[in-house]
């Protein structure tokens, strides 16, 4: 019998693949992260990031007229504290002239438009690196909770339209939710690191942000990457807790993961497509040993195929171009 069914038809010039194509990008996929620096006219290449950089607050307001310019309506804001600033509590985390929120500021004034998102986590004002408190080796939970809501709280009185809890400390989320109800932000969303892995993909970005743990590891916190189920009941407690939108972290190791929670849950799916899957394509595309930017845009399409209704990477305005 002679073949009937050829599926090739359906690849054989790129009209017709187009067409028929399941997964596509766009700019409206992407949410940029955003490294912040106290100072004036700084503009810093993260030695193990190449071509991506921290931004004083003046060059922030060119960068963020820039992404809004190119198509890209959402960024994901950290701050870089100084040393002398950080300590057990995160106390500046709350202070409302700190850096972060002045950099909500500046984004807001810049570009009114623009969807801000910021980052919810001790570590980065954290004076033993950890995502919360410590108190004889041990990250405390309930009193981390406490801050990282008032400091959620803080970046929505700035102007953010939504924080991004990262710390990964139970009951976070309905301590955020209730406090930001409680004073009447009612309209700021949450987007909940609902599935973040204790992964070795993050060690550019701590160099960003001089945020490393002083001490051990984060693994009493953060999830265990050999678990798959253990994702599915953090994301759906964030959820029932009062998350908007949740996210899997990092990303192209995980996209079983984000799959799984993709079938499950009815909020949209976010993946931070992490520091370390953007150095080791950057070092090897530099190594030429692969095609730069088809790599980058394979994994951005598997990443969105999964599952991901929109993706943080640090890659997203190399991809705006070439989309």
Known sequence: MEMLTRNRRLRSSEAIRSLVRETSLSPNDFIVPLFVVEGKDVKEEIASMPNYFRYSLDLLEKEVKELWNSGLKAVLVFVKVPEKLKDNEGTEALNADGLMQRAVQTIKNAVPEMLVMTDVALDPYSSYGHDGIVENGEILNDATTKVLAKMALSHVKAGADFVAPSDMMDGRILAIRELLEKN????????????????????????????????????????????????????????????????????????????????????????????????????????????????????????KRAGAQMIASYFAKDAVKLL
């Open 184 to 303: 009447n932000y009612d309209k700021a969303g949450i987007m909940s690191y609902s599935a973040k892995y204790a992964s070795a993909f993050y060690g550019p970005f701590r160099d960003a942000l001089d945020s490393a743990p002083g001490f051990g590891d984060k693994k009493t916190y953060q999830m265990d990457p050999a678990n798959r189920e253990e994702a599915i009941k953090e994301t759906l407690t964030d959820i029932e807790e009062g998350a908007d939108i949740v996210m899997v972290k990092p990303g192209l190791c995980y996209l079983d993961i984000v799959r799984d929670i993709r079938n499950a849950v009815d909020v949209p799916v976010a993946v931070y497509q992490v520091s370390g899957e953007y150095a080791m394509i950057k070092a090897a595309a530099e190594k030429g040993w692969l095609d730069h930017d088809a790599v980058m845009l394979e994994q951005l399409t598997a990443i």
